[in-house]
């Protein structure tokens, strides 16, 4: 039987390791309910799901947040193949059949029929509608989160009307930097989504590796960098 190895990120150590039975269907989300629980804000509740078809395995995006990579293309479905790396938020799945064990033959997968969407055109798109998904914040149906990557550990949900980030230690996140300001930056939660705005320091905030000088709107991905703290902009789900 083939196998998935969660790990969280490509070079950590495996979390677990799940096999696969030919006949069955294997959920993947952040929910308990699902098969494969991934405990990630950056997850949806029912992420993607994992079919037996015909005699291969199938991938399906089911119309997840974030999205489902496969070898870092965005997939919405794909017939699985050996050493296939499946991205779901920070976290990776690898598939992988048995030594020895018989793989389905490509032409009778339609393999030219995985439907695979270009992962720079789907950020285009994800930014064009944006101002759609975030105008729901409000109405307690989707909440910003800062994930940090670096610098920090875990995940701030943005609740509030206006979040701040500096090394002031009553902040509501502290980061550390020999620059940067006692109040460095603040999230502002407002009807259309979340804006991050400089407040004070030499050291000034960058979204996606470019310094923020006043206010800029936040994006589902977006890289955040303050002080020696890298965070990720995403929603909850």
Not at 178 to 185: L, M, R
């Amino acid at each position: 039987m083939p196998t998935l190895t969660l790990k969280f990120k490509k070079d950590s150590t495996k979390i677990r390791e799940y096999q696969l039975e030919r006949g069955q269907s294997v959920s993947i989300g952040r929910l308990d309910s699902n098969d494969i629980v991934i405990e990630n804000l950056a997850v949806s509740g029912h992420h993607a799901k994992i079919d037996w078809a015909g005699n291969g395995f199938l991938l399906t995006d089911l119309k997840s947040k974030n999205g489902t990579f496969v070898n870092d293309q965005l997939a919405i479905s794909h017939w699985l193949k050996q050493s296939d790396i499946i991205t779901i938020g920070k976290h990776i799945l690898i598939f992988e059949y048995a030594a020895g064990e018989a793989q389905p033959d490509k032409g009778d997968q339609k393999m030219g029929e995985t439907m695979v969407m270009d992962t720079g055109k789907y950020r285009s798109m994800l930014a064009k509608n944006v101002s759609s998904i975030t105008s729901q914040v409000d109405g307690g149906e989707k909440t910003g989160v800062l994930s940090f990557l670096s610098g920090g550990e875990g995940e701030v949900e943005l609740t509030k009307k206006l979040t701040k980030i500096g090394k002031n230690a009553s902040s509501d996140i502290v980061v550390k930097g020999f620059f940067v300001g006692q109040t460095a930056a603040t999230v502002s939660k407002r009807p259309d989504g979340y804006y991050l705005s400089y407040v004070g320091g030499f050291s000034k905030p960058k979204v996606n590796g470019q310094a923020v000088k006043e206010s800029v709107g936040l994006k589902p991905f977006d890289m955040i960098e303050i002080g020696s703290a890298k965070m990720q902009f995403v929603h909850k789900t």
